[in-house]
């Protein structure tokens, strides 16, 4: 009967089919409730239909029968992580390395939830646990990586995305992420070189166009950069920081009014993005609209982020639309104006000082 189950379950696993199954291991626990396999298949199916709270129920029970068993501890860390209870995921996959202590999908699995807690150290540990058990593995050199990335730790990080590319040389992501760790790291060129690797791969991934135009302008290369924007757009009109982008490098090739329509683009698609309203003002100014320019700094000025929660270093950033607006309404002659937006900026700034 348990065969017949199995291989019922395993035909595409329809709701249907599955309903029926876990009918079948309830009569068959009624008779037999300390049957651990059933209590075990049952919580595999009850977690299938998202059923978890009875998935787990049903888990417990086979670890009362079987309290030492691999996969009911396993099953049941990989239950409470989907759940966000990572303290009894952890000690869930603490339980199967009992049972099986070089067992790589425990020690891969306890370390992504360990990330996912938070504790990115321990993370580390757990992955480099799970590369001695696998010591090719994609996945465990590839999210290494990214824990690696997230602190910082840019050249270990590289380490890890090289690692994980010769596992899988033709794979985007990997490329893509190395490329950010590279750009991060303020290695354009070579960034460059890992942007184009992927796009090898995938030729029109609009996020990596993107990123690629965003290099290449820091390059110089300014007319490359706008084709790659544009084809990134072309792909996904819908990217507003694109379109800001893209109006960063029409100005620096110095057509100023097609970078007006870039920000508008942009602010059209996202209101509240600081970045596009700044802009948007200082090629207005430059342009001689003036009094355009003041409303668009005043938009600016409302929906600016908290800066100093971006850290100390940036906090002086706040000044920087009142200072475009005061340049604004000087050359509009509205001269008292101007000297209240001068004193707010000088106020920013003196508050930057002092954080």
């Not at 490329?179 to 060129?189: C, H, S, T």
């Not at 950033?317 to 200072?323: D, F, T």
Request: glycine residues 6%.
């Amino acid at each position: 009967m348990l065969v017949y189950i199995d291989n019922i379950a395993s035909r595409d696993n329809p709701l249907k089919v599955m309903k029926e199954t876990i009918a079948i291991y309830e009569r068959t626990l009624e008779s037999r409730p300390d049957n651990y396999r059933d209590w075990y298949r049952q919580g595999n199916s009850l977690r299938d239909l998202g059923r978890f709270s009875e998935a787990l129920h049903s888990y417990d029970k086979a670890l009362e029968y079987e309290p030492a068993d691999y996969w009911a501890w396993y099953q049941r860390g990989n239950l409470l992580d989907g759940l966000k209870r990572y303290e009894e995921a952890i000690a869930s996959f603490d339980k199967a390395l009992e049972a099986r202590p070089g067992d790589y999908w425990a020690w891969y699995e306890k370390a992504c939830t360990i990330k996912d807690a938070g504790r990115y150290e321990e993370a580390i540990a757990c992955f480099d646990k799970a590369l001695e058990a696998r010591p090719d593995d994609y996945w465990a050199w590839y999210r290494r990586a990214d824990i690696l990335r997230e602190g910082e730790r840019y050249e270990e990080a590289m380490a890890s995305y090289d690692k994980a590319l010769e596992s899988r040389p033709g794979d985007f992501w990997v490329w893509f992420r190395r490329a950010d760790v590279l750009y991060e790291a303020g290695q354009y060129e070579e960034a460059l070189k890992s942007y184009q690797g992927a796009l090898a791969i995938k030729p029109l991934n609009d996020r990596c166009l993107h990123m690629q135009g965003k290099v290449l302008d820091i390059l110089g290369q300014s007319m490359e950069a706008l084709e790659s924007l544009d084809l990134a757009i072309e792909q996904n009109a819908e990217n507003y920081l694109c379109w800001y982008d893209r109006g960063i490098v029409l100005e620096d090739l110095g057509r100023i009014s097609e970078a007006a329509s870039s920000y508008e683009k942009a602010i059209e698609l996202n209101s509240n993005h600081y970045w596009s309203w700044y802009q948007l003002g200082n090629v207005l100014t430059e342009l001689g609209f003036n009094e355009d320019a003041i409303a668009i700094y005043t938009k600016a000025i409302v929906c600016q982020p908290d800066w100093n929660k971006w850290g100390s270093e940036y906090a002086s950033l706040g000044s920087w639309p009142w200072y475009g607006k005061a340049n604004a309404l000087r050359a509009r002659g509205r001269i008292e104006e101007a000297q209240t937006c001068l004193l707010e900026a000088l106020s920013c700034e003196r508050s930057a000082i002092n954080s």
